[in-house]
Structure formats: C-alpha cells, structure tokens
C-alpha cells in the first residue's frame, strides 16, 4: 500500500520547486498525497489530488503517515506539538529550521549523511529536517573532502542571493533596480553625459526613500546588506552561528570531533544561488591534483570549474547554476599562508539542493524502506 503524504506549503517558493522536482522524479507515483492549505480550504488541490484539507486539523494530518512541509517555521511550531501530543507517530519532514538542532531530529543531506539518517530510523527518530541553504550547498561542494576526513577547519564567506530572503526580497530588489534605471535613463541614454554625474544621481537615489525597503530594509540593488539573520549578541548572526552548527550535526559529530567553521554571510543583488568563498585548512598537505580529484568525486553533483579566467567567469556564477542541480566549484588552489590550505568557491541553487531536495529523497527513503 503506498504511504500517505500530506503536502503542506507546496505553493511558495520551495514548495513549488518541490513539487516540480516531484513530478520530474515521478515521486507521485509512489504515494498517495493530500495537499493542505492554510488559507484556502476547500480549494482545488493541485494535480487533481481532490480539495484542499485544513493544515490546521490535527485529524486529518494524524491520517498521514507522512507530512512534508514547506510552510515556515510560525506553523511548525504551532502544528508539531499538538500533532505528536495527540499520538502521532508518523514521519515529519520540514524545510523550516524550528526542529533543526532538536536531539530527536535529523537534518538531511543523503549524499554526505545517508548513514545518520539510517541510523535514525533504526532508532526510532520520526523529525526529518531539511537543512540551512548555504550550509547544505557547501557541504555538498566539499563532500569529498570531508568523507576523507581532511578537513580541519573552515571559514566561509557567503554571498547570499535576495531569493534566500523570500519571494519578497526578490520582487524588491527588482523594484529597486527599475527605480534606480529610471533616475539615470536621461543621462545614460545621451553618450555625453558625464559618468561622474550618472554616479551621483544613481547615488542618491540609493540614499533616499525613493526605493522600496520593505523586505530588504535597506537597498540591494547596487548595493550588498552585510548581515543575514538576527543578532545574537555576540557580533554573530544566527546565519553565522548554523555554519559550525548544522554542518556538524549533518555529518554526526560529537562535541570532541567538531570541525570548526566560521562564516561572515552577506547579502547580494543576485535573485537566485548561493555563493561562498571558503578557506579550508587540511589535515594534510596534498597536492593539488590530489584535491582537485577528490572534490570532482564528492558526488555526482560537482562540477569542477577549471581554476582559469573564462571558465570561472562563464561557469561559476549564480545565473550559469540557476535551475540546476550542479554544484559549481572552482577556484582551488593552494594558499601560502601555510601548509595544506586551499581557497575554494563554491556556487548552487539554494531552492534545490538547498531546501527542495533534500527533503524530496528523504521522502523518497521512506518509500523504499516500506
């Protein structure tokens, strides 16, 4: 009998992606969905899957022997413990962070952490979830590395796409560059016009309120936000912090092995994918074909960029990967600050490798395991 699924938050941004990822990988097949809807009931369900049921009706969701949500974290912490509260022990798969660090959760990356995951479902663990964006996409990146034990520390530093923000940071940040345009297009539509002036204007209208700030708070285009989540009092960001964090609970660390891993994590005018550049301390001084080999067959998702002008140029970049389940990484090269030290750049797509899926083969690891 295929298992029951029920599929809440399937229209924003990282649902949508699910679903397509769904559908192109005839995950549908295999289960037997009921979509929820927190605003419209009743409502037709996508894919002819019938109306929409209330994601807020524990009944209905304790049917399920699965829920994958994509709805945020304001309703996991709402709906979760009521639902277990209530006797339910079916599987609970979760984009959102609130259960993240939870000692009875799981956070999914199949390629590196298939072994913990299993482990997990041997011993009874039900909360599945989906990790921090860039962490994931470095992980992923460096995963060759890091199943050969020779990473010793890491620093990361992100350059992180309005799209990690939500779909509301993306239409700002579109707004904004068609404000900005439309101050200078007199000026740049005549070839004479004094580029020091364009600067100005361009300037200035950056400075006032014309640009819509809403979502951003300050202005993206033309621009980068040097700070991504809250504060935590410690001159780190909660974004900052989930580097060290989440990348060690993904690989099953305990406290005495941790890798350490720090991160400065800004804001670019990008729509979509993630960017990192990362130092990484080895645990040995290997050559660098050497490492350069071992990153191409971390898994079957790298692309190895040639460490060259045009090849970075062309192929690592946020608009060359966006849409795409390749991971771009380039850059490599070894640094003479000290033995064993290598620069890396990492680029991928923050709503599929990312957010989507991870949760999608989680999802379809419970299929296969019946």
Known sequence: MKPSVGIVGWRGMVGSVLLQRMQAEQDF???SARFFSTSNVGGQAPLGA???????DIDALAACDVILTCQGGDYTQEVHP???AAGWQGYWIDAASSLRMNADAVIVL???????????LETGIRDYIGGNCTVSLMMLGLAGLLEAG???WITAMTYQAASG?????MRELITQMGAAHAATADLLADPASDIMEIDATMSATLRSDALPTEHTVVPLAGSLIPWIDRDLGNGMSREEWKGHAECNKILGRAADAQIPIESLC???GAMRCHSQALTVQLTEDLPLERIETLIAQGNEWVHLVPNQREASMRELSPVTVNGSLQIAVGRVRKLAIAPGMISVFTVGD??????AEPLRRMLRILVERG
């Open 29 to 31: 097949a295999h289960i």
């Open 50 to 56: 019938g109306v929409l049921a209330d994601a807020f």
């Open 82 to 84: 009521r639902l277990r």
């Open 110 to 120: 199949d390629p590196l952490n298939r072994s913990v995951i299993d482990h997990g």
């Open 150 to 152: 020779l990473v010793r």
């Open 165 to 169: 923000g939500g779909a509301q940071q």
């Open 266 to 268: 800004v804001r670019i």
């Open 350 to 355: 923050q709503l599929l490798w990312g957010a």
